[in-house]
Structures are given as structure tokens and as C-alpha cells.
């Protein structure tokens, strides 16, 4: 769920470590990892994780489109559900491997893990923000990812609420708020245009813990 200190607290720089994409897939492929899903969330869950791996090997020598599409579907299947159903708090950022573990998650938690895996897959990180809007259809704030092909393209949308990628021009139950990314933060002054660079500030504490959790594995 994104609340008003949530969308107070992202107008800071979000600082990501480079080697955290890796790290996160790396992760994924180990015996270790799977095995502690299995004991914690069952078999099921456990296979969801190595249907990832397939997927993800079967992604990797693909286009950026094939990616997208891909990863989108993928992700897409896990259910919808609030912070508060699934961690009683209001707003929680979990890892991927929380979302694909407890197959539960709220738009961040997508946006989190399609980003991860397009990383993992060598999609530039200058292509891909986490897109805050809101939705005219559910009259609420959301986060979906973008991708953008050049600086000045007009993005292409990866939505839990739309499952098909649409360029964000034909999106017009979305209303672009800001974008940014792993390295900086932009305001989204229209569709098709990443905004205006915001100057650095302190690290969201958010986002530091969830990479924090990244970083351990946290399932």
C-alpha cells in the first residue's frame, strides 16, 4: 500500500548497491535457498521458485521485449493482496523471495521483483523505473514499472492491475506522478518523459532495510 509518508519518504534518493541484482539471483539458483523456502512455505512455494529459475534461463538470451513480457506474466501470477492481510502493517516492502514465497503481495512487491529479475537478465538500469501514478480506475496512488527504450521514448507499462504492456500514452487510467530508479529520482512532468533529476538526499530508511533484506536472503 502506498501511504502519505511512503510517497514523503521516496522523494529521497534510493541508492542501490550494483551488485545486489546479481547477489539476487545468485540466491535463487543455490540449493540452500530453496531448500529453506520448501521447509518454510511448503512445496508448492518451493516450486514456484524453481519454475523461476526456468523462466528466467529461458529469458536470458531474449530481447528487452521478450524480457518484459516474460517477467510481467510471470510475476503477474502471484495474488493480489494489502501490507495489512498479509504482514498486518500498513506498508511493507517485501523482498522477492517474501512475495514469490508467500505468493501474496501488494504493487510494490511486483514492481520490486520484475525489476530485480529484468536486472538479473541485463536490462539496463537506465531503462527501468518504478513509476508512482494514480489510477483513475481505482481512484488510489500505485506503483508500476517502466521501461523506457531511449531517454526520450515513451514508456512502455508493467502493471498488476493491466497484465498486457501498453506504451503509458495509452494508459490513460494512469496519472504520472514521479519516477525513478536505483540511481536517482525523477519528477514525471508528463508521459514519455523521465522529469526532472531531484537533488541527492539521504537514503529512504524503506528502501535501505529492503535491501538490507535482499542482501540476507530474507524469506
Same mark, same amino acid.
Given at each position: 500500500?502506498?501511504?502519505?509518508?511512503?510517497?514523503?519518504?521516496?522523494?529521497?534518493?534510493?541508492?542501490?548497491?550494483?551488485?545486489?541484482?546479481?547477489?539476487?539471483?545468485?540466491?535463487?539458483?543455490?540449493?540452500?535457498?530453496?531448500?529453506?523456502?520448501?521447509?518454510?512455505?511448503?512445496?508448492?512455494?518451493?516450486?514456484?521458485?524453481?519454475?523461476?529459475?526456468?523462466?528466467?534461463?529461458?529469458?536470458?538470451?531474449?530481447?528487452?521485449? &521478450?524480457? +518484459?513480457?516474460?517477467?510481467? !506474466? @510471470?510475476?503477474?501470477?502471484?495474488? #493480489?493482496?494489502?501490507?495489512? =492481510?498479509?504482514?498486518?502493517?500498513?506498508?511493507?516492502?517485501?523482498?522477492?523471495?517474501?512475495?514469490?514465497?508467500?505468493?501474496?503481495?501488494?504493487?510494490?512487491?511486483?514492481?520490486?521483483?520484475?525489476?530485480?529479475?529484468?536486472?538479473?537478465?541485463?536490462?539496463?538500469?537506465?531503462?527501468?523505473?518504478?513509476?508512482?501514478?494514480?489510477?483513475?480506475?481505482?481512484?488510489?496512488?500505485?506503483?508500476?514499472?517502466?521501461?523506457?527504450?531511449?531517454?526520450?521514448?515513451?514508456?512502455?507499462?508493467?502493471?498488476?492491475?493491466?497484465?498486457?504492456?501498453?506504451?503509458?500514452?495509452?494508459? &490513460?487510467? +494512469?496519472?504520472?506522478?514521479? !519516477? @525513478?530508479?536505483?540511481?536517482?529520482? #525523477?519528477?514525471?512532468?508528463? =508521459?514519455?518523459?523521465?522529469?526532472?533529476?531531484?537533488?541527492?538526499?539521504?537514503?529512504?530508511?524503506?528502501?535501505?532495510?529492503?535491501?538490507?533484506?535482499?542482501?540476507?536472503?530474507?524469506?
Amino acid at each position: 500500500m502506498i501511504t502519505y509518508t511512503t510517497r514523503c519518504l521516496v522523494t529521497t534518493l534510493l541508492i542501490f548497491s550494483v551488485l545486489l541484482p546479481s547477489l539476487f539471483a545468485q540466491a535463487y539458483a543455490k540449493p540452500p535457498l530453496i531448500d529453506a523456502v520448501n521447509k518454510k512455505y511448503g512445496k508448492h512455494a518451493k516450486n514456484r521458485f524453481i519454475f523461476m529459475n526456468k523462466t528466467l534461463d529461458e529469458l536470458r538470451s531474449g530481447s528487452d521485449m &521478450k524480457k +518484459l513480457n516474460g517477467v510481467n !506474466n @510471470f510475476f503477474n501470477d502471484v495474488r #493480489y493482496a494489502s501490507d495489512l =492481510k498479509v504482514y498486518k502493517v500498513k506498508d511493507y516492502w517485501a523482498t522477492p523471495w517474501e512475495f514469490l514465497g508467500k505468493d501474496l503481495g501488494d504493487c510494490e512487491d511486483y514492481v520490486i521483483s520484475k525489476y530485480f529479475a529484468l536486472r538479473d537478465l541485463g536490462v539496463d538500469s537506465q531503462k527501468l523505473y518504478f513509476s508512482y501514478v494514480k489510477s483513475r480506475r481505482f481512484k488510489a496512488p500505485h506503483m508500476v514499472l517502466t521501461y523506457f527504450k531511449t531517454p526520450r521514448s515513451i514508456p512502455l507499462v508493467l502493471d498488476n492491475n493491466n497484465f498486457k504492456i501498453f506504451p503509458a500514452n495509452k494508459r &490513460k487510467d +494512469l496519472i504520472p506522478i514521479y !519516477n @525513478f530508479n536505483g540511481e536517482s529520482l #525523477y519528477l514525471a512532468k508528463k =508521459k514519455g518523459q523521465q522529469g526532472k533529476k531531484v537533488k541527492k538526499n539521504k537514503a529512504h530508511k524503506k528502501w535501505d532495510k529492503l535491501l538490507n533484506d535482499i542482501k540476507n536472503n530474507k524469506i
